[in-house]
Each structure stands twice: as structure tokens, then as C-alpha cells.
């Protein structure tokens, strides 16, 4: 059985944990989250997302 999730969901879901379990707080997460918004408006955008493409092409060509 394959699941496709959106890597959003995925980060979400890691920052649901994060505040719930580890005691981060919301405001740290809303930060980082803020800092992610502004940085895909830069210069570097293109190779990010190229690299985020690499890395999940990697992990679904190990599991395939």
C-alpha cells in the first residue's frame, strides 16, 4: 500500500510534535516558520527546492 502526503503536511506534523512532546514553544515554531516564508522570496528559493526534490526523489527511489 503506498500513502502520498505533501511534505507540508509532514513538517506540520513534525511541529505538532515538537510543541506537544518536546516542550518547544509556538512562538519558536511560528518563527522558523516565518523564516521558511521569507527565504523562498530569496535568491537561494531554486536551490532548495531543488535539493527538497532530490531528497524525497532518494527516500521514495529506497523505498520503491
Known amino acids: 500500500m503506498t500513502v502520498s502526503l505533501p511534505l507540508v503536511v509532514v513538517l506540520g506534523f513534525f511541529a505538532w510534535g515538537a510543541v506537544k512532546f518536546l ?16 527565504l523562498s522570496h ?9 535539493g527538497t526534490r532530490s531528497g524525497v526523489d532518494v ?6
Do not use: D
Not at 527516500?59 to 520503491?64: G, K, R, V, W, Y
Open 23 to 38: 516542550g518547544v514553544r509556538t512562538w519558536i515554531v511560528v518563527l522558523i516558520a516565518l523564516f521558511g516564508f521569507w
Open 42 to 50: 530569496t535568491f537561494m528559493a531554486p536551490a532548495i527546492e531543488s
Open 59 to 64: 527516500i521514495n527511489s529506497q523505498h520503491a
